[in-house]
C-alpha cells in the first residue's frame, strides 16, 4: 500500500498461458486460458479504476497505462520496471554485468529472498528472475539451499557462495550463516497478571479468564487471552511450549490460535491465515496446523495421529516448527508425537496477525476448557533435548545447563499382548536435573533382541509381534539400559491368525466363487470373466459374499492381491464393500454401517473407513492405488489393541485406531467390487481374497507377501532395501532381522554389468540395518545379496 509498483498483465494465445508480473517478476500464471480478447467482442464498458460489478471503486493513483497487441517479452517487461513509467524500451541492448542483492550474513534457520539486477548497455538495474532464465546455485547444500525463485534457506553454520548465472554471465556473493540458538522471546506465567515477563507483549483477559494459583483457568464458555497483533514479524522457526489441563473441552477448541480472520481484528467468522493447536480436535487427538488460504483444505497439518493427552492431567505441550527443514514437530511430555516434513509455511507468512489468542478459534468453535500453568514463545526450534529438559524442570524453571549425564533408566511394562503397543520411558539423571526423557533425541537408539517378537520404533514405541521373549536395550551417549519383555497370546482369539475364507479364483465356468477355507461361497453377479486363477471384474460385475462375514468377529485381517484398472480419475470404485444401506439388503443407497476399501476416494487417496453408524468414522489415508499393477493389500484390525494397520507390498503405510466393534456393523451386503453406495464399480483384476479370524502384525504381513499370493506357507522375509536422503547423504536401510545380506552397487543396469561390494559396516539403529554414503553426483544403482 501507498508505493508504486509496476504491474503486467499478459495473455498469449498460442500457449493458452496468462501471467501478472509485479516489479518484474511472475507472481501469478494460467497455462490453461483458451479465452482470447477478440472473444469477448464489442466492449462497452472500458474503465480504468471501475469493475463491472458492484465493487468498491479503485483508491489510488495511475503514472502510466499501456495497452499492447501481443504479450510482451518477460525480458522487456523487467526493463519497464527499471525505466519506470516515462520511457519506452524496445531492446535491452548488450549484457554488461549482473548484481546480487542479499545480505552478507545470516542466522542458521533464516529465510532470505535474494534479487539479481542486470545491466545492459541500453538500460541497467532490471531485475532478472527465473521466468527470464536467471539461475541460481550454492557450492554447498550442505549449508544452505536456494530455490529459483532466489529464497535461500540458511540450513546449518558455514559460508556458502551463491552463484548467479543469466546468459553468459555469472555472479558470486559469500554469505556467512551463523549458529542460531532457540530464544524465549515471550514468556507468560500467569503468577498474578497476564503480562508477557520477556517481550513485554502483555495478553488482556477476555470473558472471564482467570489466573488461581499461578495457573490461568479459562472456563470453555468465552473466556480466553488477548495477546498483542504481529508478534510474528521475521520469525521463521518457532518453539510454543505450554504446560496444559485439558478439562473436557469441545471438539476443535483452541490451546492457541493465531493468525486473521475473514471478519478482521475480534472475530472468529473463519480463518484466513492461521497457525493453531486443537485440544481436542473433531476426530478427537491433538491437531495443529498453519495455512494462507483459511479452511482445512490448505492446511499444513501437524497432529498427534490418534493420540491425545489424557484429561484433568497436567502434560507438556511443544509445536515446533524449522524453516531450513520444512519440519513441524510436536511434542507431549517430552516424547515426540508427531512430525510433518513438508511444512513450508513459516510463522512470519501469517503477518499482519490481528486475532493472537490463547484458548480462542479463528472458526467459530468451542472456546478451550482448561488450565494453563505456563504459556512461552521461541524464536527458532528447541531441539528435542532442550524440550526434554524443560519437560523435567516443568513449568516454573528454566536452565542454562543440565550438567553431565550421571545415569540412564528405563521404564516399561515387561508384560505385552500380541498386537499391542507401549512407549518405553528412557530417562537420563543428570547433574542439574533428573528423570529427563531420553526418547525423542538423535542420539538415542533402541534395539530389540528378536524383532520376531518385539519391534521398537525410533522414539521407543515397542510393538508386540509374537510370542516369547525378549529384549530391548535403548542407549545414549555411551550409557545403556535393557528390558525384558515377554510377549503373550490375547484370549478368545487365536495366537496366530487363524484362516477363516479363501477365494483363489481357480474356477472356470458358472458364477460359484469357491471359499476353500471356511465354506462360505460367494456368487459372481454380471460379467465377470474368470481366467488362470483371477477374476477380472469389468462392466458393473461383482461377487456377493454371504451375510454376517465379519461381524461376529474382534480382531480381523483383511488380505488380498488385486490389480486396479482404473481409470486413475474415477473416485469411490471398491475393492470390497461389507456393510448396509438404506434400501437394505442387495441393493444400493446410503451407507449406513460399512467396512470398505477404495483405491481412490474423492480426495484422491486409497481409503479404508469402518464406521457402526452415525458420525463414527475410523478411516486411513494413504497415496492412491497404481494403475494396471499387482498389489497385495492388508488390513489388520486389532479390536482388542485398539490398533489398525494397513500394509502395501509387505510394508506397513498407515497406523490408526481400531475402536468400532465390528458387530454393530450390519453386514448383509459383502461385496468385492461393488459399493453401498451408487458409485462406480470396481474395474479391475482379483487373484486371491482372505479373511483372518485376527490382527497379522507387520513380520506376518511380510511373511506372507513373500510367499505370494497362490502359497499359504510364510516364507522367509526377503528384506527390501529403502533409499532416502539424510542431510545430504544417501541412506541405505533394510531390516536388521535379515542377516547376512552384502551391499552391492553399479554404475548401470543392464546385462553383464559389474556389481562392487561396498565396503562399509553397517549400524543397527532401532530394527534396521544402516548405512549412509556421501553424494557424489553420479548415478549409482544398489542392491543386496546372499
Do not use: C
Not at 483508491?59 to 504479450?71: K, L, N, Q, V, W
Amino acid at each position: 500500500i501507498n508505493q508504486k509498483t509496476h504491474i503486467v498483465f499478459t495473455s498469449k494465445a498460442i500457449d493458452h498461458t496468462a501471467r501478472i508480473y509485479v516489479n518484474g517478476r511472475v507472481v501469478a500464471e494460467n497455462t490453461n486460458i483458451t479465452i482470447t480478447p477478440m472473444d469477448l467482442g464489442e466492449t462497452l464498458n472500458n474503465w480504468i479504476g471501475k469493475s463491472q460489478f458492484n465493487d468498491p471503486y479503485f483508491y489510488g493513483s495511475i503514472d502510466e497505462f499501456r495497452i499492447y497487441d501481443g504479450a510482451l517479452d518477460p525480458l522487456i517487461i523487467a526493463a519497464h520496471t527499471a525505466a519506470g513509467p516515462d520511457k519506452l524500451v524496445d531492446n535491452v541492448g548488450s549484457l554488461l554485468a549482473l548484481k546480487i542483492n542479499a545480505s552478507d550474513s545470516m542466522d542458521e534457520g533464516g529465510v532470505q529472498i535474494m534479487s539479481v539486477l542486470a545491466d545492459f548497455d541500453q538500460i541497467a538495474n532490471v531485475p532478472l528472475s527465473s521466468s527470464i532464465g536467471l539461475e541460481y546455485s550454492v557450492d554447498n547444500p550442505k549449508i544452505a539451499s536456494v530455490t529459483a525463485d532466489g529464497k535461500l534457506l540458511a540450513l546449518k553454520p558455514g559460508v556458502v557462495t551463491v552463484t548467479a548465472k543469466f546468459g553468459s554471465l555469472t555472479q558470486t556473493k559469500t554469505i556467512k550463516i551463523n549458529e542460531k540458538p532457540a530464544a524465549l522471546i515471550h514468556r507468560y506465567s500467569f503468577d498474578n497478571d497476564f503480562s508477557d515477563s520477556v517481550g513485554g507483549a502483555n495478553g488482556i483477559p477476555v470473558g472471564g479468564a482467570t489466573i488461581a494459583d499461578g495457573v490461568l483457568q479459562l472456563d470453555g464458555n468465552g473466556s480466553y487471552v488477548d495477546l498483542p497483533n504481529g508478534l510474528f514479524t521475521n520469525i521463521y522457526s518457532i518453539t510454543i511450549e505450554a504446560w496444559v489441563v485439558d478439562r473436557g473441552s469441545m471438539g476443535w477448541a483452541r490451546i492457541f490460535d493465531f493468525g486473521s480472520s475473514a471478519g478482521g481484528e475480534d472475530m472468529s467468522n473463519g480463518g484466513t491465515r492461521y497457525m493453531f493447536l486443537s485440544l481436542p480436535s473433531g476426530p478427537g487427538n491433538l491437531r495443529g496446523g498453519l495455512t494462507l488460504t483459511g479452511g482445512g483444505a490448505g492446511e499444513q497439518v501437524l497432529e498427534w495421529v490418534g493420540g491425545r493427552p489424557e484429561v484433568n492431567t497436567t502434560n507438556h505441550i511443544v509445536f515446533v516448527t524449522k524453516a531450513s527443514e520444512h519440519t513441524g514437530k510436536l511434542y507431549v511430555n517430552g516424547k515426540l508425537v508427531g512430525i510433518n516434513t513438508n511444512l513450508t509455511i513459516t510463522p512470519n507468512d501469517l503477518e499482519p496477525t490481528v486475532n493472537n489468542w490463547i484458548g480462542r478459534s479463528q472458526f467459530a468453535d468451542p472456546y478451550f476448557f482448561g488450565d494453563i500453568d505456563e504459556f512461552r514463545i521461541y524464536d527458532g526450534a528447541l531441539d528435542a533435548f532442550n524440550i526434554a529438559v524443560d519437560y523435567a524442570l516443568g513449568p516454573d524453571k528454566l536452565m542454562a545447563s543440565p550438567g553431565q549425564l550421571k545415569a540412564v533408566r528405563l521404564q516399561f511394562e515387561s508384560k505385552m499382548i500380541k498386537g499391542t503397543v507401549q512407549t518405553l520411558n528412557f530417562v537420563g539423571d543428570f547433574e542439574n536435573v533428573s528423570n529427563v526423557v531420553l526418547n525423542a533425541l538423535s542420539e538415542t537408539t533402541f534395539i530389540s533382541s528378536d524383532p520376531q517378537i518385539l519391534g521398537v520404533g525410533e522414539s521407543g514405541t515397542v510393538e508386540a509381534w509374537g510370542n516369547g521373549v525378549a529384549e530391548i536395550v535403548a542407549s545414549y551417549q555411551g550409557f545403556s539400559a535393557t528390558g525384558r519383555v515377554e510377549v503373550v497370546f490375547p484370549e478368545g482369539v487365536p495366537g496366530k491368525p487363524l484362516l477363516l475364507h479363501r477365494y483363489s479364483f481357480n474356477e472356470t465356468q458358472g458364477t460359484t466363487i469357491t471359499d476353500s477355507a471356511g465354506g462360505a461361497n460367494g456368487t459372481l453377479v454380471g460379467n465377470g470373466i474368470l481366467s488362470d486363477g483371477k477374476l477380472v471384474l469389468t462392466n458393473g460385475a461383482y461377487v456377493d459374499l454371504p451375510n454376517r462375514i465379519i461381524s461376529g468377529l474382534t480382531n480381523i485381517t483383511i488380505e488380498a492381491w488385486v490389480s486396479w484398472n482404473g481409470p486413475q480419475d474415477s473416485s469411490w470404485q471398491r475393492i470390497f464393500d461389507f456393510g448396509n444401506n438404506s434400501n437394505g439388503e442387495g441393493n444400493q443407497g446410503t451407507g449406513t454401517s460399512f467396512f470398505f476399501i477404495t483405491p481412490r476416494s474423492g480426495s484422491g487417496t486409497l481409503l479404508v473407513s469402518v464406521n457402526a453408524g452415525g458420525g463414527n468414522y475410523r478411516d486411513i489415508n494413504v497415496p492412491i492405488m497404481p494403475l494396471n499393477q499387482l498389489i497385495h493389500i492388508v488390513f489388520s484390525y486389532d479390536r482388542l489393541a485398539g490398533i489398525s494397520r494397513l500394509y502395501i507390498n509387505g510394508q506397513r503405510v498407515a497406523t490408526g485406531v481400531a475402536d468400532i466393534d465390528l458387530a454393530l456393523i450390519d453386514d448383509v451386503n459383502n461385496w468385492l467390487g461393488r459399493s453401498n453406495w451408487p458409485d462406480p464399480a470396481f474395474n479391475g483384476v482379483f487373484d486371491e481374497f482372505r479373511i483372518w479370524l485376527g490382527a497379522m502384525t507387520d513380520p506376518e504381513v511380510a511373511q506372507y507377501y513373500s510367499a505370494g499370493p497362490n502359497s499359504l506357507e510364510p516364507v522367509s522375509v526377503k528384506p527390501g532395501l529403502n533409499i532416502s536422503l539424510k542431510n545430504l547423504e544417501i541412506e541405505l536401510s533394510w531390516s536388521a532381522a535379515a542377516a547376512g545380506f552384502t551391499l552391492e552397487k553399479s554404475d548401470q543396469l543392464g546385462t553383464n554389468i559389474i556389481w562392487s561390494v561396498l565396503n562399509v559396516t553397517p549400524s543397527q539403529m532401532n530394527d534396521k540395518l544402516v548405512v549412509r554414503i556421501p553424494i557424489s553426483g553420479n548415478v549409482g544403482f544398489f542392491r543386496l545379496r546372499k
